[in-house]
Antibody
Framework: QVQLVESGGDVVQPGRSLRLSCAASGFTFRNYGMHWVRQTPGKGLEWLAI????????SYAESVKGRFTISRDNSKNTLYLQMTSLGAEDTAVYFC?????????????WGQGTLVIVSS | DVVMTQSPLSLPVTLGQPASISCRSSRSLVHSDGNTYLHWFQQRPGQSPRRLIYKVSSRDSGVPDRFSGSGSGTDFTLTISRVEAEDVAVYFC?????????FGPGTKVDIK
């Protein structure tokens, strides 16, 4: 069965960096685009970034463009989110989400999420 | 960005009764390819979102047929024909016709 397991969430100080990982299993990871989405009680769900199946293209929300980088290692079935210059507004639960591979797979599977708290 | 609004934001329902949630977008969600990329998600307490409906009205595998989606253009509806206790959750609509993809604020469904 499809599984997405995020890790790397932590408490970090403002201005610091953090890398999140998402281990994928149960499907052919290299065939699918992938997303990162975050959720806060105040702002709700916010789409952050997408990466093409082969890593050839990325796109970002304006709120994280230039600070966050999505990447993937298809040999390790792993998705990453490198986050820099973190601020209190980045405090959230971060989800990796399966994306497109023909058909109707966009946003069909979500990980359990990993919590990032930005606080001094 | 496309703004997604939902109403109501809170919906107390009686078990066995129907429930409807409205979702509106600030611009048409019809893509140039002719599809309308509007999803509905269910998020139960303490869980990740689960996709229920894709492209307005197609139900995901394993989703009970009491859930249905309808609408077009900028106006969409999620309907639960007979609410069951397990349907207590927050329901979100989401568009991915236009980047950046955006979500509605969520509608909290609970039992009266």
């Amino acid at each position: 069965q499809v599984q997405l397991v995020e890790s790397g969430g932590d408490v970090v100080q403002p201005g610091r960096s953090l890398r999140l990982s998402c281990a994928a299993s149960g499907f052919t990871f290299r065939n699918y685009g992938m997303h990162w989405v975050r959720q806060t009680p105040g702002k709700g769900l916010e789409w952050l970034a997408i990466i093409w199946f082969d890593g050839s293209h990325e796109s970002y929300a304006e709120s994280v463009k230039g600070r966050f980088t999505i990447s993937r290692d298809n040999s390790k079935n792993t998705l990453y989110l490198q986050m820099t210059s973190l601020g209190a507004e980045d405090t959230a639960v971060y989800f990796c989400v399966r994306g497109y591979y023909g058909g109707n797979t966009d946003f069909d599977y979500w990980g359990q999420g990993t919590l990032v708290i930005v606080s001094s | 960005d496309v703004v997604m609004t939902q109403s109501p934001l809170s919906l107390p329902v009686t078990l066995g009764q129907p429930a409807s949630i409205s979702c509106r977008s600030s611009r048409s969600l019809v893509h140039s390819d002719g599809n309308t990329y509007l999803h509905w998600f269910q998020q139960r307490p303490g869980q990740s979102p689960r996709r229920l409906i894709y492209k307005v009205s197609s139900r995901d595998s394993g989703v009970p047929d009491r859930f249905s989606g309808s609408g077009s253009g900028t106006d969409f509806t999620l309907t639960i024909s007979r609410v069951e206790a397990e349907d207590v959750a927050v329901y979100f609509c989401m568009q991915y016709t236009h980047g950046p993809f955006t979500f509605g604020p969520g509608t909290k469904v609970d039992i009266k």
